[in-house]
Structures are given as structure tokens and as C-alpha cells.
């Protein structure tokens, strides 16, 4: 009797003790996709297997794009110049349909003045509105184009800026194409991760799952300060029954790839 409650009590702790080998993986793995088409001018091989930051490791052909940019930037500043031209011309013509108009109503209550003069006054009126108001019109027009043409700006910038692939602190893992290869939308250019910290990968049982974000992690049979960070709620395809759950931890100097021998008590 006294071993049948001896066995009860330590088979929780058998239990939740579990151990689990993981692998320090980089917290994140991302693909690469290209979202240009182009001739591929340059690859920088050197870098693959490199922590990068900063650094062009592929380059599509720019150049067509960038001398369009260029055209294109100058394009907006002449527009921009005619519109500031109507603006003033538009400015003036009004002054003069105001004069105008007081001419016309002043000299049409005039008995002493002729028909013809009533209709030259009323003439050179709707001569000045008429001005005034394609002027009016110009200026919408040129706004309209001013901004599809800062938009065609907007549209070149990240096309240029999508023909150099520049990883901002990320570790290159594997380059995907070469110099002279052409490609399209969707091809695969590289594969790259965040290196800035890791994670450790494991799956649990669905008894190990019980409070398991408040449970010390052990490393090695070492206790550390480290918790469960995520769990999924639903069983993994791979590992029937089981649950996959991640552990964050500080990103080691050389030692991606490492296994860890993980409890968690």
C-alpha cells in the first residue's frame, strides 16, 4: 500500500518532467519572392551563409527604371511650373471679367448708349469669362496630372527600390539565383532569417500542457529564467497528439543548430 502511494505521487512529476530535445533555430525563416521582373545584373555570393545589414545581395535591372524615374520627376516640376502660370494668368483674367462685367451692366442702363456699343461691352465680357473659365479648366487639368504623374513617381521609386534586394540585419541563408537569370513576379530570389534572437522548437504532450506558461524550463539540467512562449492549441500534422510549443531565447554568437536538451517543470 505505502508503494502504491509512493508511485502516485512522484507520477506527476515523471510526467511534467519530461525531457525534449530541440534545436536552436533563428526566430524566423522567411522566403524571398521577386515582385519585379528583370534580368538579374548582379549576385553578391560572398554574402550567402553572412549576417547582412545594409548590404545589395541582388540586383535586377534598374537601369531603364531609373532613367524613367528621372524623366518622370522632371515631368512633375514643368507641370507644377504651368500650373503656377495659369494659376497667374487665371488670377489676371479674373480682374478683367470684373471690369468687364461692371462695363457691361453700367453701359447696358445707358439710354444715351447705341446698340452697338451694348453689344461690344457684352461681347468683351463673355470673351473675358469665357478666357477666364479654359484657364480655370487648364488648371484642373494640369492638377490631375500632376498627381497621376506623382503617383507614376510613387510606382517607378518602388519598382527601383524592388530591384535591389537589401536585408536589413537578417542572416542570408541561401541565394536562389545567379547572375544572367531572368525573373519574373513569384520567382524565389533567397532565404533568409532573423538571426536577432531564437527560438527552440518542441512538442508536448497533451498532459505537459497544463500550466506550462508558468513552469521553470530547464536547458541541459540547468533551471533558467526562460518560459514557454507560445503554444498551439491544435494537434501538430507531423507529430499526432502532440503540441507544438516555442521557447525564446537570446540569439547565441555561433551556435544556430545546437541541441538543447529542454524540461519543463
Known amino acids: 500500500?505505502?508503494?502504491?502511494?509512493?508511485?502516485?505521487?512522484?507520477?506527476?512529476?515523471?510526467?511534467?518532467?519530461?525531457?525534449?530535445y530541440a534545436k536552436v533555430e533563428p526566430f524566423d525563416s522567411v522566403t524571398l519572392?521577386?515582385?519585379?521582373?528583370g534580368l538579374v545584373l548582379d549576385v553578391d555570393l560572398e554574402a550567402e551563409?553572412?549576417?547582412?545589414?545594409?548590404?545589395?545581395?541582388?540586383?535586377?535591372d534598374d537601369v531603364l527604371?531609373?532613367?524613367?524615374l528621372k524623366d518622370t520627376k522632371q515631368s512633375v516640376v514643368l507641370l507644377?511650373?504651368?500650373?503656377?502660370?495659369?494659376q497667374e494668368i487665371a488670377s489676371f483674367l479674373s480682374g478683367t471679367v470684373k471690369r468687364q462685367e461692371s462695363y457691361f451692366k453700367r453701359i447696358s442702363k445707358l439710354s444715351t448708349a447705341s446698340k452697338t456699343q451694348k453689344d461690344n461691352a457684352y461681347s468683351s465680357f463673355t470673351s473675358a469669362k469665357t478666357q477666364y473659365l479654359n484657364t480655370k479648366e487648364k488648371i484642373v487639368?494640369?492638377?490631375k496630372q500632376i498627381l497621376d504623374t506623382k503617383y507614376k513617381v510613387s510606382q517607378l521609386e518602388d519598382i527601383v527600390l524592388k530591384k535591389s534586394i537589401i536585408p536589413e540585419n537578417k542572416y542570408l541563408y541561401k541565394l536562389m539565383v545567379r547572375e544572367g537569370d531572368y525573373v519574373s513576379p513569384g520567382t524565389i530570389l533567397a532565404q533568409i532569417q532573423d538571426a536577432s534572437k531564437a527560438k527552440l522548437v518542441l512538442f508536448l504532450e497533451p498532459e505537459e500542457l497544463k500550466d506550462v506558461g508558468k513552469r521553470?524550463?530547464?536547458i541541459d539540467g540547468k533551471r533558467t529564467e526562460y518560459k514557454v512562449g507560445k503554444v498551439w492549441r491544435v494537434a501538430d500534422d507531423k507529430f499526432i497528439s502532440s503540441y507544438r510549443a516555442e521557447i525564446y531565447i537570446p540569439a547565441p554568437e555561433n551556435e544556430f543548430s545546437k541541441l538543447l536538451k529542454i524540461e519543463i517543470k
Not at 551563409?49 to 535586377?60: A, D, E, F, N, Q
Not at 527604371?65 to 524613367?68: A, L, M, V
Not at 507644377?80 to 495659369?86: P, T
Open 65 to 68: 527604371d531609373i532613367e524613367n
Open 141 to 143: 487639368s494640369l492638377k
Open 49 to 60: 551563409g553572412t549576417l547582412v545589414s545594409g548590404k545589395r545581395v541582388i540586383h535586377i
Open 1 to 20: 500500500m505505502t508503494m502504491k502511494i509512493f508511485l502516485l505521487f512522484i507520477t506527476p512529476l515523471l510526467i511534467f518532467a519530461k525531457v525534449h
Open 33 to 37: 519572392k521577386s515582385a519585379v521582373s
Open 80 to 86: 507644377e511650373q504651368m500650373l503656377g502660370i495659369n
Open 216 to 218: 521553470m524550463v530547464y
